[in-house]
């Protein structure tokens, strides 16, 4: 979140002044707000969660070649475990289990859209 910091025109929503007195406040080091930086990051992975479930849903009731399928799934669950693998703590073994979830899900979905073109 540091590059957050960075952003001028974020930086002031993400820092506090320093709890200490004693700590000379020379414009060189960064006091973030947690409070903030929490709320910020609860948004965006709500954001894009709900992105990567309802997404794919939306695009595939409009694709009815099985390859473009297809590939609309692989693209998505390729997104998903870099976010799992980047955004997480988690390992790759947990990251590979997360993403076999998803695709199982997402591939549901692409029967779905098979069995009524059919």
């Known amino acids: 979140m540091t590059r957050f910091l960075k952003i001028p025109w974020l930086k002031p929503c993400f820092l506090r002044t320093p709890l200490d007195d004693k700590i000379i406040n020379d414009g060189r080091g960064y006091w973030q707000n947690d409070r903030n930086l929490e709320a910020f ?12 479930l309802v997404g794919p849903i939306w695009i595939l009731a409009f694709i009815v070649d099985p390859l473009k ?25 947990e990251a590979l289990a997360s993403a076999a979830a998803y695709s199982a899900v997402l591939m549901v979905f692409m029967q779905i859209g098979t069995i009524r073109a059919h």
Do not use: D, E, H
């Not at 990051?41 to 990567?52: E, R, T």
């Not at 669950?77 to 799992?84: N, Q, S, T």
């Open 69 to 93: 399928r297809l590939g609309v799934i692989t693209g998505f669950i390729a997104l998903f475990f870099i976010l799992v693998a980047v955004a997480t703590t988690a390992k790759v073994s």
């Open 41 to 52: 990051s609860f948004w965006v992975i709500a954001f894009v969660g709900l992105g990567m």
